[in-house]
């Protein structure tokens, strides 16, 4: 099983500032990498897919990126309602299991 | 636009089993596999397995293996995942979730609302 690592576990930073985020994987999951935002009490939704693209709505601030093991999620500058928990999930052609990190927690320094 | 609505919450005696249903709208429901993804109070995501709607094909995360069944109902686009031998360990939101169309096709996009299933004596 692929294992993907994220970091930090916790984030803190205010609103306006730059978030980087960190998601790496055990072996080489090529571009096969996914971001998601979960907000409490409600079901994750898809930021980032193919490594590097934008799902459909998704603000210009949210941006990703990397390949092989090493993957970041960059929000340029923090709005409000980006302060939540973020998932990276994987899904390589072997095994073609899905695996998810452990989340990193974004809040308000 | 697509939709997945899922059954409301449920409360179970250990050694129980639950089954979950995940009502599709808004596309072709044979045309999408359709996964399941549960979250225990306070942790992270764990992936249980996928149903492909139109063969009825699946794969079930090797955890659930002998626990887990999943199926699906073509005249109504619902789908159900059913756990058996409940245990607290068990105790979770069970999310159904659609494979996007966006890319490579492996990313989940849209997700149902989550149902959450209690099992406690």
């Known amino acids: 099983e692929i294992v993907l690592t994220q970091s930090p576990a916790t984030l803190s930073l205010s609103p306006g500032e730059r978030a980087t985020l960190s998601c790496r994987a055990s072996q080489s999951v090529s571009n096969f990498l996914a971001w998601y935002q979960q907000k409490p009490g409600q079901a994750p939704s898809l930021l980032i897919y193919d490594a590097s693209k934008r799902a459909t709505g998704i603000p210009a601030r949210f941006s990703g990126s990397g390949s092989g093991t090493d993957f970041t999620l960059t929000i340029s500058s923090l709005e409000p309602e980006d302060f939540a928990v973020y998932y990276c999930?994987?899904?390589?052609?072997?095994?073609?299991?899905?695996?998810f990190g452990q989340g990193t927690r974004l809040e308000i320094k | 636009q697509a939709q997945l609505v899922q059954s409301g919450a449920e409360v179970k005696k250990p050694g129980a089993s639950v089954k979950v249903s995940c009502k599709a709208s808004?596309?072709?429901?044979?045309?999408?596999?359709l996964h399941w993804v549960r979250q225990a109070p306070g942790q992270g995501l764990e992936w249980m397995g996928w149903?492909?709607?139109?063969?009825?094909?699946?794969k079930y995360a090797q955890k659930f293996q002998g626990r887990v069944t999943m199926t699906r109902d073509t005249s109504s686009s619902t789908a159900y995942m059913e756990l058996s031998r409940l245990t607290s360990d068990d105790t979770a939101v069970y999310y159904c979730?659609?494979?996007?169309?966006?890319?490579?096709?492996?990313?989940?996009?849209?997700w149902g609302q989550g149902t959450l299933v209690t099992v406690s004596s």
């Open positions: 808004g596309y072709i429901f044979t045309g999408h596999y």
């Open positions: 979730a659609r494979v996007s169309t966006a890319g490579s096709g492996r990313w989940f996009d849209p």
């Open positions: 149903i492909d709607p139109h063969s009825g094909g699946t």
């Open positions: 999930q994987q899904r390589s052609n072997w095994p073609p299991d899905v695996t």
